[in-house]
């Protein structure tokens, strides 16, 4: 049964911007730490950002200064904030749940994911 669900991939150039959205459908992960994996074809799921109920984050190196991750409690949504994106970028988006930002690990909850391409 799908918890996670994500929305806002899709086609984006070089330097633009674009906005992904967790939805925690069950509203089972108030209290607990969420986020955003990315994958691409050939190489292992690589952190892209994680927050914390309190607000509390952790961001791959890759992506520091350029995204920005939130939560919105009312509507039970993680959001990830895509700025400045590079070709680089391109990768399958996933939302996680149960990991940790202190300790800069995955839980064992995911969604389906979402394609994001950069691409002039």
């Known amino acids: 049964q799908v918890q996670l669900v994500e929305s806002g991939g899709g086609l984006v150039q070089p330097g633009g911007s674009l906005r992904l959205s967790c939805a925690d459908s069950?509203?089972?992960?108030?209290?607990?730490?969420m986020g955003w994996y990315r994958q691409v074809p050939g190489k292992a799921r690589e952190l892209v950002a994680y927050i914390a109920p309190r607000g509390g984050t952790n961001y791959g190196d890759s992506v520091k200064g350029r995204f920005i991750i939130s939560r919105d409690n009312a509507k039970n949504t993680v959001d990830l904030q895509m700025y400045s994106l590079k070709p680089e970028d391109t990768a399958v988006y996933y939302c996680?749940?149960?990991?940790?930002?202190?300790?800069?690990?995955?839980?064992?909850?995911w969604g389906q994911g979402t394609q994001v391409t950069v691409s002039s």
């Open positions: 996680n749940a149960g990991g940790s930002v202190l300790f800069r690990r995955s839980g064992g909850y």
């Open positions: 069950k509203n089972i992960f108030s209290d607990s730490d």
